[in-house]
């Protein structure tokens, strides 16, 4: 399968997605600036990195969001492209309307840096049929507004349809984020966002590979 990453001014976690998706599928993903309008027909998997994109003014991926690549992305996820948003990526995702609710800021007012334990609450998604229901990993984070809020109606939803895919594991929550919600998909179970860092622990050299699975869901590349 064939990935893409996309590349904004201040995204600072492109090079650590390109690593990872090359080394789990032996394929470098394509990469795609902000001002690209079309994406290659050829790509499975598109994916927004984390960092900072445009300083993080008005308002964390707010600027981002309304880039003409995000339009193309759009596209591609009404077509079934799976798209994945990983902590800026998430917010961007959230501003463009192609997830629901709002990250706001930690409610510690800091950021946040370590690793925290993250519990699969879906794993029947294509990010995680790697994983079992309810397992718990490890997995970086590193944000300042990952405080996740969305209006109760929506909420009910998002948990009645399986949307919650990921939590911070009981009591561990980082950053205030309602039902301890860590990663929501959308209805049509293609477009993921998630606050937490997978790509930074893939393999034994990070200290362990529990994040490896999203993308090797992803991707198809699952071991038998």
Known sequence: MKSAVVQLPGLNR????????????????????????????????????????????????????????????KEKAEKGVKVLGVCNGFQILVEAGMLPGALMRNASLKFVCKEIKLQVVNAETDFTRAYAAGQIIRCPIAHHDGNYFVEAETLKSLEGNGQVVFKYAEGTNPNGSLNDIAGIINEKGNVLGMMPHPENLIEAAHGGSDGRGIFASALDVIAA
């Open 14 to 73: 492109d090079r650590d997605m390109i690593a990872a998706l090359t080394k789990i599928s032996g394929q470098a993903p394509i990469t795609v600036w902000q001002t690209e309008t079309s994406i290659p027909d050829d790509v499975d998997l598109i994916v927004i990195p984390g960092g900072f994109s445009y300083g993080d003014y008005l308002r964390c991926g707010a600027i981002a969001a309304r880039m003409p690549v995000m339009q193309a992305i």
